[in-house]
């Protein structure tokens, strides 16, 4: 029996819930990343992809978070709002 990581969805043991700590910090991080949905909304429809990784690098950078995490919240946000149904 295996289980997937939290976070990146490796496979791991039953009883691990992520593959390291690093997986486990940045699963709680990203949980913390709010990013308000106009924002969001700017970066899809009113940014070229040169100024949306512009404002994505200020955004990480002001708040302190993972560049990349932010990213990855971004996209997941963007689905969420724009993309269902
Ligand atoms: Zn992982």
Redesign the pocket.
């Known amino acids: 029996m295996t289980n997937s990581?939290?976070?990146?969805?490796?496979k791991?043991p039953i009883s691990k819930v992520?593959?390291?700590p690093?997986?486990k910090e940045?699963?709680f991080q990203k949980i913390a990343i709010s990013v308000p949905k106009p924002f969001v909304k700017k970066l899809y429809f009113f940014c070229t992809e040169e100024e949306k990784s512009y404002e994505i690098k200020t955004f990480a950078k002001r708040h302190n978070w993972h560049e990349e995490l932010v990213i990855e919240k971004v996209e997941e946000l963007f689905q969420e709002y724009y993309k269902c149904g």
């Open positions: 990581c939290q976070h990146c969805s490796k791991i992520f593959c390291s690093m997986c940045n699963y």
